[in-house]
């Protein structure tokens, strides 16, 4: 049996928009960085996230990339249902592990 991929939880800010998209690019890059490369996960927590702009999601739509490139995942916690709609409507949806629930 496979052990359990080693996993991070990254709070996102209150807006993921233009404004804070470096900081928290700046973060997470650091923090798959430090996960093992093939197994590691990153948890995107938004649960207190109340607004993406397109600079935002463009910002994980790169975190993912980057994760996709170590072969690693990234899982969204607490998106919004606008959030939700959102990645469905662009189709990225299919890119993240989806978790509604919190904790």
Do not use: N, Y
């Not at 470096?22 to 923090?31: K, Q």
């Not at 995942?73 to 959102?86: D, K, N, Q, Y």
Request: charged share 30%; glycine share 8%.
């Amino acid at each position: 049996m496979a052990p359990r991929p080693v996993e991070r939880v990254l709070a996102a800010p209150a807006e993921l928009t233009l404004d804070f998209r470096t900081a928290f690019r700046r973060a997470a890059t650091e923090m798959l960085d430090a996960l093992p490369e093939g197994s590691g996960r990153l948890i995107v927590d938004l649960a207190g996230t109340r607004h993406v702009d397109s600079a935002g999601l463009g910002t994980l739509m790169l975190v993912q990339r980057k994760a996709a490139e170590r072969r690693q995942r990234v899982a969204l916690r607490g998106a919004s249902e606008e959030l939700r709609f959102l990645l469905v409507l662009t189709k990225l949806d299919d890119l993240f592990d989806i978790d509604s629930g919190g904790g």
